[in-house]
């Protein structure tokens, strides 16, 4: 059973910086591309960031400059470290995989539970 476990969440004010995870288990994700969503209260989910198998990032322009996401093969697991975090920021986020590179979270075939993140100003 594949499962996708996020973590690092929590509170965090305004200026900060958290460190997501997703642990990902019963299958390898080597040839997957790697996504972070996010969903604030009230909106629909929106795309943060994404790195494809080979390595290659890229990023809403809401937090380009601020997020950065990378990937640990070895571990099956991959990061969204996110520095000055602002109050906007705030949201549940969501790791994900899909088999090809993309933006749009319809592609994304493989889906963690998610984890909280505060931002208080």
């Known amino acids: 059973q594949v499962r996708l476990v996020e973590s690092g969440g929590g509170l965090v004010q305004a200026g900060g910086s958290l460190r997501l995870s997703c642990a990902a288990s019963?299958?390898?994700?080597?040839?997957?591309?790697m996504g972070w969503f996010r969903q604030a209260p009230g909106k629909e989910r929106e795309f943060v960031a994404q790195?494809?198998?080979?390595?290659?990032?890229f990023y809403a322009d809401s937090v380009k400059g601020r997020f950065t996401i990378s990937r640990d093969n070895a571990k099956n697991t991959w990061y969204l470290q996110m520095n000055s975090l602002k109050p906007e920021d705030t949201a549940v986020y969501y790791c994900a995989a899909a088999p090809h590179d993309s933006d749009d979270d319809r592609e994304y075939k493989y889906w963690g539970q998610g984890t909280q993140v505060t931002v208080s100003s």
């Open positions: 790195i494809g198998w080979g390595g290659s990032t």
């Open positions: 019963g299958r390898t994700f080597r040839d997957y591309a």
